[in-house]
């Protein structure tokens, strides 16, 4: 989409036919290079294209048409038909089906409220939470909270306010140039068919998440520097400054008592307490497209040791096996049958019970080394998702990863966590953020009271 902006941009703005000729021949040629010098970059880190696995843009599309969410993406229709053995092409067609029966559901109104929905979720934070509260740093077995986990909440409210500035200027600033038809720079066109674009893309068509809304952040901010320069802030704050000293004092009492009001609607925030899991250990989960099952040979054992630095920890494997009749993999010849999974901490030489699902009991892991063995039971194969085949892929510089014994092509599927219950948000950072609020409310209400020391913006030209 932001292709297609520049290239707009470039017919529309570009002063000659020459001068339009050579860009736009840039541009094809900066993209051709791109493509190709990405095919390069990945047989150089051999990375292989697995036709099982590859899955049709209609699966997006389909899931932003999910009646019942906002057009996010949802972990039942991600993997509607994403089952082992489906071609592409069966993939497709089956999607397709699905977008036919949800659009002839829809009526205008109802399919425009939808797409209302899916922008609101997109744009309406303003920083992205959804993807990244569960990013860690640290090192191989010492994972620590991400910085978005302890205060994601705290700098989503804080950050509404410039969000809330940025969108309105940008806004105001176009509305201007739009109702006295007066040209834009080419600059600022491309920046605002980039966010037309990104943004029609995302809720017209895919589904949606909050981090796809950062596409657009970089154009925002271009066009808020033009409207800063072009809207004479200062002069505004000067002539509104004139207005506002004469009763600033009223005005601080009323947004003083604002501030409280919210201060104390929202303090149960920094009460109520909800479940969280502090990650200890985390193996990657099903690779996102779906992937060709791990073939685990008749009584065939697989083994994997890893650290274990907390107490209190509990273990969560994946455990979802099946045998089939012959290598066709048929849906109608599945059989389910479990893993067997048997935990144990050398350390302390005890033996840590896993249930069928492939879940300890909680708290159960303390600290110390384990030896995790994973069996097939049975006197034919079978085949799991609890293990990932990343292929020649080479992971064993990434001390986060831990392979199965002799296999460094297999990672099992895990992670291990402890529970501990918390806040949403601490006293401190709720504190905190309502005293800089009130900070700034004296900041503003001292510099009105002194307008004329301070900001004697009436007496010169700006």
């Not at 109104?109 to 929905?117: A, N, Q, T």
């Not at 460094?408 to 501990?420: G, I, K, Y």
Request: with cysteine; hydrophobic share 40%; charged share 15%.
């Amino acid at each position: 989409m932001i292709i297609i902006a520049l290239s707009i941009t470039i017919v529309l703005m570009g002063q000659t036919l020459r001068q339009k000729f050579v860009q736009i021949s840039v541009l094809i040629a900066t993209v051709i290079v791109v493509y190709f010098g990405s095919s390069v970059i990945q047989t150089a880190q051999r990375y292989e294209r697995n036709n099982q696995v590859v899955t049709p843009a209609t699966r997006y599309i389909n899931m932003g048409l999910n009646p019942n969410t906002s057009g996010q993406i949802d972990g039942n229709d991600a993997w509607l038909y994403e089952q082992p053995g489906r071609t592409p092409k069966e993939k497709n067609r089956l999607y397709l089906s699905s977008i036919k029966r949800r659009l002839l559901n829809y009526s205008v109104g109802s399919l425009s409220e939808h797409f209302l929905k899916k922008a609101t979720y997109m744009y309406g934070t303003g920083l992205t939470i959804q993807d990244f509260f569960y990013w860690y740093a640290g090192n191989k077995n010492n994972l620590e909270e991400s910085i978005l986990d302890r205060f994601g909440v705290t700098l989503v409210n804080g950050f509404q306010f410039f969000y809330i500035l940025l969108s309105v200027m940008t806004f105001v600033f176009l509305w201007r140039h739009l109702k006295n038809k007066r040209s834009i720079p080419p600059v600022v066109l491309f920046s605002v068919l980039g966010v037309l674009g990104v943004c029609a893309f995302q809720v017209g068509l895919w589904e949606v998440r909050d981090r796809y809304s950062l596409l657009a952040v970089p154009f925002t901010v271009f066009i808020f520097s033009y409207a800063l320069a072009e809207l004479d802030i200062v002069g505004w704050i000067s002539r509104f400054g004139s207005v506002l000293k004469q009763d600033v004092i009223r005005y601080f009492i009323i947004s003083t008592g604002l501030l409280v009001f919210g201060y104390l609607s929202n303090y149960s925030l920094t009460t109520q307490l909800v479940e969280k899991n502090n990650v200890s250990i985390h193996q990657p989960y099903v690779a996102y497209a779906g992937q060709s099952d791990v073939k685990i040979k008749a009584h065939d054992k697989l083994k994997i040791t890893f650290d274990v630095e907390t107490t209190g920890n509990t273990g969560i494997f994946y455990n979802s096996a099946y045998s089939i009749s012959s290598d066709s993999k048929s849906q109608q010849v599945k059989k389910y049958l479990p893993l067997q999974i048997s935990l144990m901490n050398t350390t302390l030489h005890k033996s840590i019970e896993v249930d069928s699902n492939g879940n300890t009991k909680a708290n159960t892991m303390q600290k110390g080394k384990y030896v995790l063995t994973l069996t097939n039971p049975t006197n034919q194969a079978i085949y799991t998702q609890g293990i990932i085949d990343i292929g020649k892929a080479d992971f064993s510089f990434n001390s986060l990863y831990r392979s199965i014994s002799g296999h460094p092509e297999l990672m099992p599927v895990m992670t291990v966590a402890r529970s501990s219950q918390n806040t949403l948000v601490s006293k401190k950072q709720y504190n905190a953020i309502f005293t800089l609020l009130f900070v700034i409310l004296c900041i503003i209400t001292y510099m009105f009271r002194k307008k004329d020391k301070i900001l004697p913006l009436n007496k010169r030209k700006v």
